[in-house]
């Protein structure tokens, strides 16, 4: 359960970097450029 405990958590982590991206990108790419690199 573990393996599965943390496939859900990095799948609501990515959908929480999408949405960031969509909210922020108008304003600038490069924001969500290196926050991502970080994570990743």
């Not at 990515?14 to 909210?23: A, E, G, H, K």
Request: with cysteine; hydrophobic share 45%; net charge negative.
């Amino acid at each position: 359960m573990i393996g599965v405990h943390a496939a859900l958590l990095a799948f609501g982590e990515f959908i929480f970097t999408q949405s960031y991206r969509l909210l922020v990108a108008p304003d600038g790419q490069n924001i969500y450029d290196t926050r991502n690199c970080g994570s990743i």
